[in-house]
């Protein structure tokens, strides 16, 4: 009996075992997890903002370019309506000029055919003419057409027209200009009329 006493003594004399659970870490990282969520959703909003911002100033570059663009186009269009205009101004004075100096050599020509009526004098008749011819030549060169000279030289197709063509046994002579039928002419380079020849075949 007193060995069971004893056990029982020794029992109530332990001190009770109190477990402790630290949790201060886990509410650390509940914590840390929440101030990261609120981070992100701080952001969110400001990087949109930035996306919104980033696309407004892209598209108001945009309207400039579009404006500018039109603005140009428009001052390209006035530009060219001047110039037409300015064209069409230097073209009709260019008529002006030409005609009034034309007219006097048909005032010419029309005198020569009404001496015809009141005079038998052929030889006046054909002076007469022949001073309108020169005088019509005269202002041509004047204004810049030159007759092309087709003496001593062979067939061009770049000026010359062949109405007519002469056999010849000479091979020199093939290809060559026999005879100008009718004048023909150039204005600044550019051909105005083909001139008419005859031109010399070469027969075997």
Same mark, same amino acid.
Request: proline fraction near 3%.
């Given at each position: 009996?007193?060995?069971?006493?004893?056990?029982?003594?020794?029992?109530?004399?332990?001190?009770?075992?109190?477990?402790?659970?630290?949790?201060?870490?886990?509410?650390?990282?509940?914590?840390?997890?929440?101030?990261?969520?609120?981070?992100?959703?701080?952001?969110?909003?400001?990087?949109?903002?930035?996306? +919104? $911002?980033? *696309?407004? @100033?892209?598209?108001?570059?945009?309207? !400039?370019? %579009?404006?500018?663009?039109?603005? =140009?186009?428009?001052?390209?269009?006035?530009?060219?309506?001047?110039?037409?205009?300015?064209?069409?101004?230097?073209?009709?004075?260019?008529?002006?000029?030409?005609?009034?100096?034309?007219?006097?050599?048909?005032?010419?020509?029309?005198?020569?055919?009404?001496?015809?009526?009141?005079?038998?004098?052929?030889?006046?008749?054909?002076?007469?003419?022949?001073?309108?011819? +020169? $005088?019509? *030549?005269? @202002?041509?060169?004047?204004?810049?057409? !030159?007759? %092309?000279?087709?003496?001593?030289? =062979?067939?061009?197709?770049?000026?010359?027209?062949?109405?007519?063509?002469?056999?010849?046994?000479?091979?020199?002579?093939?290809?060559?200009?026999?005879?100008?039928?009718?004048?023909?002419?150039?204005?600044?380079?550019?051909?105005?009329?083909?001139?008419?020849?005859?031109?010399?075949?070469?027969?075997?």
């Amino acid at each position: 009996m007193a060995k069971k006493k004893s056990k029982a003594s020794a029992k109530s004399n332990e001190e009770p075992v109190i477990n402790i659970v630290d949790r201060r870490s886990a509410l650390l990282e509940d914590d840390a997890v929440d101030d990261a969520e609120a981070n992100i959703e701080d952001r969110l909003p400001t990087y949109v903002e930035k996306l +919104k $911002q980033e *696309a407004e @100033e892209k598209d108001k570059r945009l309207r !400039e370019y %579009i404006a500018a663009y039109k603005e =140009k186009s428009g001052e390209n269009d006035d530009f060219r309506k001047r110039l037409e205009k300015d064209n069409d101004i230097r073209l009709d004075q260019f008529k002006a000029n030409l005609f009034s100096r034309l007219t006097p050599i048909l005032d010419n020509l029309n005198r020569a055919i009404q001496n015809t009526h009141s005079s038998k004098d052929l030889e006046a008749l054909q002076k007469g003419v022949e001073l309108v011819a +020169k $005088q019509y *030549a005269r @202002e041509l060169k004047n204004n810049g057409v !030159e007759q %092309i000279n087709t003496q001593n030289r =062979k067939f061009d197709p770049n000026t010359d027209e062949v109405l007519m063509t002469e056999d010849t046994t000479d091979p020199e002579k093939d290809n060559m200009i026999v005879e100008e039928l009718e004048p023909g002419y150039i204005f600044k380079e550019k051909l105005i009329k083909a001139a008419k020849v005859k031109v010399a075949h070469l027969v075997k």
